[in-house]
């Protein structure tokens, strides 16, 4: 099955990755020296990638890609889906191939797979801190430049639901909007009046809610409340309009900020600060 993503162009992000690594169009490069030096053109190997960690799996089809764009041939067994939790020592791909390929794919393949499985692991523990409301964990806009597609997909694989996925799909009114336009409700008041579908408004007063959901908020931002202040604020939203609690959230605070009442809880560390889960690839020579 082909990996696709609205927006992302995965064949583009693989020879990116690549070049980058082979160094296209340096002085000298454009070539694995090291394998092409040591490893005989007509070689092939197996391969094995593992976890050394208990993670959330997220990447594997797009590791898959760099492995089959140096090796079209390669066959590539994926052993788990993207999403699953795993234990330490668990396989998540077989590989049968050129040996130079898989050699030259290993470095960004790895790394993808790292990178994303880290999130969706780190995600899925902050939707398990949350416990048992009815509050659902977002992701936010603090994304590696370049990455985005692939980070938020890696918070859906951890259990978390997209936020805006950039400048263009809603509005959001933070600070610095409300401190040229000056108020909150004006603000608002211009995005709808430009013809804005859905405007979030970022409030972290109890007197902002009622001026901003008059002049046409959609979505309530509350931010750097502490538990008690949003559980009035959701109080007196009362279900006109969708709320959520976000800055400086934690695993040890996020719990009782969703007992709060809150529709969403942001986290931008998701993507931000997650750490790169441990996983492998043991190569033998067939």
Request: with cysteine.
């Amino acid at each position: 099955m082909t990996f696709t993503l609205p927006g992302f162009d995965l064949e583009a992000f693989v020879r990116a990755a690549l070049d980058e690594d082979l160094g296209v169009g340096l002085p000298g490069g454009g070539h694995d020296v090291t394998a092409e030096s040591v490893i005989p053109a007509e070689a092939r190997f197996s391969g094995v990638m593992d976890s050394r960690d208990a993670i959330v799996v997220a990447g594997l089809p797009i590791a898959a890609a760099f492995f089959r764009t140096l090796d079209s041939a390669m066959n590539v067994e994926l052993l788990v889906e993207d999403g699953e939790e795993v234990e330490p020592g668990a396989d998540l791909m077989r590989l049968t191939g050129n040996a130079r390929a898989m050699l030259t794919a290993e470095r960004s393949a790895l790394n993808t797979v790292q990178h994303l499985s880290g999130i969706a692991t780190m995600t899925r523990e902050y939707v398990r801190a949350m416990g048992k409301t009815s509050a659902v964990l977002l992701d936010t806009r603090k994304t590696i430049p370049g990455l985005r597609h692939l980070e938020k997909y890696a918070t859906r694989q951890g259990g978390a639901q997209n936020h805006r996925m950039g400048l263009w799909d809603a509005a959001m009114i933070k600070d610095n909007h409300i401190l040229v336009a000056g108020s909150a409700d004006e603000a608002v008041r211009r995005a709808r009046d430009a013809g804005v579908g859905q405007v979030i408004c970022e409030v972290d007063r109890i007197d902002q809610i009622e001026p901003a959901l008059a002049a046409g908020a959609s979505h309530l931002l509350l931010d750097n409340m502490p538990p008690e202040t949003l559980r009035k604020a959701v109080a007196l939203v009362a279900g006109r309009v969708p709320t959520e609690a976000s800055g400086g959230v934690t695993l040890a605070t996020i719990a009782a900020i969703a007992a709060t009442g809150v529709d969403y809880v942001s986290v931008g560390r998701l993507t931000q600060s997650a750490p790169a889960a441990d996983i492998g690839l043991d190569f033998n020579p067939l």
